[in-house]
Antibody
């Protein structure tokens, strides 16, 4: 069964950074593009960015440019999203999601989500 | 950035009745439009891609239509398990960009 397994909840102080992991299970990470999204409490979905895990090439939504870093470790089939300069409005559930075999979108497989809470 | 508007915000429908959800793009997205279903505490689930192609395992009562700026998700005969929030997503495959609508909450009357 192909699935994405994310790391556990995090609590961070304003100004800190958080790194969320996303491990591919049942398939090879580098075969599919991977995106990251978030959902603030009670709100809708927001696209953060995407990465080609094979090449390492990444792109971001304008509002996240300069604050997000996407990386991967192919040897352990795991991708990472690091968000820096955390603010209270970064409090959200962060998801990784897999694209199609030849395109970034749409997403047929999602991680279970990682709650990131930013609070002083 | 392309803005996506979904309406209505909430839809209350009796079991067995038809539910019609709308999604409008601020500029043409061709057929690069997906629909997702999200239940409380769960990740979204892909229902429709390329405006009208049902994803694997999605019941036939779900159908999508539209192109350009106007799109519709129809649930032909609402079941109790269809109670959820539905999101539309526009996407551009290169360079990759995407935005979501604000969602429509479907309630069972």
């Amino acid at each position: 069964q192909e699935q994405l397994l994310q790391s556990g909840a995090e609590v961070k102080k304003p100004g800190a950074s958080v790194k969320v992991s996303c491990k591919a299970s049942g398939y090879t990470l580098t075969r599919y593009d991977l995106s990251w999204l978030r959902q603030a409490p009670g709100q809708g979905l927001e696209w953060v960015g995407w990465m080609n895990p094979d090449s390492g090439y990444a792109g971001f939504a304008p509002s996240f440019q300069g604050r997000v870093t996407l990386t991967r470790n192919s040897s352990i089939n795991t991708a990472y999203m690091e968000l820096s300069g955390l603010r209270s409005d970064d409090t959200a559930v962060y998801y990784c999601a897999r694209g199609q075999l030849t395109t970034v979108f749409p997403y047929d497989t999602w991680g279970q989500g990682t709650l990131v809470t930013v609070s002083s | 950035e392309i803005e996506m508007t979904q309406f209505p915000a909430t839809l209350s429908v009796s079991p067995g009745e038809r539910a019609t959800l709308s999604c409008r793009a601020s500029q043409s997205v061709d057929v690069n439009l997906a629909w997702y279903q999200q239940k409380p505490g769960q990740a979204p689930r892909l229902l429709i891609s390329r405006a009208s192609t049902r994803a694997s395992g999605v019941p036939a009562r779900f159908s999508g239509s539209g192109s350009g700026t106007e799109f519709t998700l129809t649930i032909s005969s609402l079941q109790s398990e269809d109670s959820a929030v539905y999101y539309c997503q526009q996407y551009n495959n290169w360079p990759p960009r995407s935005t979501f609508g604000g969602g429509t909450r479907v309630e069972i009357k």
